[in-house]
């Protein structure tokens, strides 16, 4: 029967799944392994198409998989509905603004058409391990919690995951689906986390992850946000510290900041 509340978990996960892990609004990845360590990486929403406040109902076919930013920007606005990518495929209106999406994007969502709906359990434990990250770098509260509370999450979740990919029709590993191939270190440190038996044990092996975290953070804001009154001069600095320091850098956190730096700085 249709429902006011919000959407269940089981219902995120299907619609995680059914729009492959892709914001219906940008085309943006929210599969987070691909890229564990992007600065700016964005948490997956389940977005009403129709609004609650305006008649709408927690269904699945009233759900679109949304990133966090356009999630909060159409907040109630049921005409937003502009979207680039419906049930995981482009659509007319991204060919006509965008063209033909490029084969990295194609290649991506055949990839990830292999996801199950017990898979969602685990991208939601990488972000709360990821919002753990953050509070270790800005070592700043976030919302009243501390990086314990955000690996407890993260266990919850990553409990849930082990549960069901091991009952009923068993789920067979991401490597075995091709989801993800030739795992970097990096990843390899995030699948380790499967076998993790307590919140302790889990913040551990993703501690490790930290001072690489607030590099990429660091070279990050420092370039984008440049506290300085000549912000070229503070990008350009910012620019040669990202080359400085590149073997530290998660690749799509580098690739932001050297495209951006080509378009302001480099003549045609």
Request: positive net charge.
């Amino acid at each position: 029967m249709p429902t006011t509340k919000p959407f269940t978990d089981q219902q995120k996960a299907e619609i995680f799944v059914r729009d492959r892990a892709t914001c219906s609004f940008s085309g943006a990845n929210l599969w987070l392994l691909d890229a564990p360590l992007r600065v700016g990486w964005q948490s997956d929403w389940v977005d009403h198409k129709k609004p609650l406040s305006k008649g709408g109902v927690s269904e699945t076919r009233n759900g679109v998989c949304a990133s966090h930013t356009f999630n909060m920007k159409k907040r109630n606005n049921s005409a937003d509905t502009a979207y680039l990518f419906e049930d995981g495929h482009p659509t007319a209106l991204n060919y006509m603004i965008c063209g033909a999406p490029p084969a990295s994007t194609t290649d991506r969502l055949r990839r990830l058409a292999r996801l199950d709906a017990r898979d969602w359990y685990f991208n939601r434990a990488i972000c709360w391990i990821l919002e753990a990250l953050n509070f270790q770098w800005s070592e700043e509260p976030s919302y009243k919690r501390t990086d314990e509370n955000w690996f407890d999450a993260a266990f919850i979740k990553l409990s849930k995951y082990r549960k069901l990919a091991t009952s009923g029709i068993p789920l067979r590993s991401l490597e075995e689906r091709g989801i993800i191939s030739s795992p970097t270190p990096t990843q390899n440190v995030f699948l380790s986390l499967r076998e993790c038996g307590c919140p302790a044990a889990m913040r551990e092996k993703a501690t490790q992850l930290s001072p690489k975290y607030a590099r990429n953070s660091e070279v990050w804001w420092s370039y984008f946000h440049p506290e300085t009154e000549d912000f070229d001069a503070g990008r350009k600095r910012s620019h040669e510290a990202a080359k400085e320091y590149r073997n530290e850098l998660d690749a799509e956190t580098f690739h932001c900041i050297e495209a951006d730096y080509k378009i302001r700085y480099i003549p045609i």
